[in-house]
């Protein structure tokens, strides 16, 4: 096993431990069933804007970083249109996905799970990239995701564009550019808010996933379908476009930023679906489950995708 695959597998296990605790406080009585829309509340308004800010642009400002950046974010920004695209099939006729269900194949865990795995693996030079992914989701799932959870008959882009992420990530933006750091106290501050975004959102999922009461032969088959797409036919149809436009080709490390955009696309489903699902009572439970079955079935996906990538580009070079 490589040492990628052994850290990506702790990372899951951690994440796994977490849930967890949140689950187990749930059935213990020691936190009502209702206190994952409180806490993620927090999350959305507080934590994650905070660790956008400290993990997103945060490095030394330079030219070959924002051409890298920029590669990152097409390929993001591809990704996402092409998924949304894709998951308006499952709108109608006889599957007829929910909005929860079909906002799980499209957005994923792009921080929680890729950011300590491409740091530890491939070194902290890399991790900025990660970055260029979990910002096209946060634009892309405070536009188009909150309207399709929320059920609004069009996205409110002023709301959105509004939304504290969002504000976080152009704020971010200039701040890189600008070639300006966060120190000292405030700083410090910063850091230990955004460093609880990964514990804490694991917890809103282990709540959520306390309060399912059933499970019927009909919605494992719903599940395994959005488990299929989110893992395995979204991120391959992805990596054919990639390769197909030759973005690997484009800049110095392309090949690296490439694939972890890829990992970014084939992911788990992000907790953020769970968040929005739990600020505005729609169907939670159903995102945590999907949550919960994607991030372990990731196990045995993204080490796969990581060696199909990697093996096709040397083919092909």
């Excluded at 605790?21 to 507080?46: D, W």
């Excluded at 109608?92 to 499209?106: H, K, N, Q, T, Y």
């Amino acid at each position: 096993m490589s040492e990628m695959n052994v850290l990506f597998f702790q990372q899951i296990v951690k994440m796994f431990l977490m849930l967890a605790v949140g689950f187990a406080a749930v059935k213990v009585r020691i936190l009502p069933a209702t206190a994952g829309k409180g806490l993620s509340q927090v999350i959305v308004a507080v934590i994650r804007p905070c660790a956008i800010l400290l993990y997103a642009f945060q490095v030394d400002f330079s030219v070959d970083r924002l051409l890298g950046l920029l590669l990152a974010l097409l390929g993001a920004a591809l990704s996402h249109a092409a998924f949304i695209s894709i998951t308006r099939l499952y709108a109608g006729g006889r599957l007829a996905f929910s909005p929860v269900e079909r906002a799980s194949m499209i957005y994923s865990n792009s921080g929680n799970l890729l950011m300590p795995l491409v740091a530890a693996s491939m070194g902290q030079e890399w991790l900025f990239y990660t970055c260029a992914y979990m910002g096209a989701l946060q634009v892309f799932v405070w536009t188009h995701g909150e309207s399709l959870i929320c059920g609004a008959p069009r996205i409110n882009f002023k709301k959105a564009l509004g939304n504290l992420n969002v504000l976080a990530m152009a704020v971010g933006f200039v701040l890189f550019c600008a070639n300006i750091r966060f120190t000292g106290v405030a700083g410090q501050a910063v850091e230990t808010l955004g460093d609880a975004l990964g514990s804490t959102s694991m917890l809103s999922i282990g709540i959520s996933f306390a309060t399912i009461t059933r499970l019927d032969l009909r919605r494992i088959a719903r599940v395994a379908v959005v488990t299929l797409n989110r893992l395995v036919l979204y991120p391959l149809l992805m990596m054919a476009v990639f390769l197909l436009l030759r973005l690997d080709t484009l800049l110095p490390g392309a090949r690296q930023i490439v694939l972890i955009t890829l990992l970014g696309a084939g992911a788990p489903t992000g907790v953020v679906v769970t968040q929005i699902a739990q600020l505005y009572d729609k169907d939670a439970d159903e995102a945590s489950l999907i949550g919960v079955v994607t991030m372990a079935c990731s196990l045995l996906t993204l080490p796969s995708l990581i060696w199909v990538y990697e093996a096709v580009v040397d083919c092909i070079r």
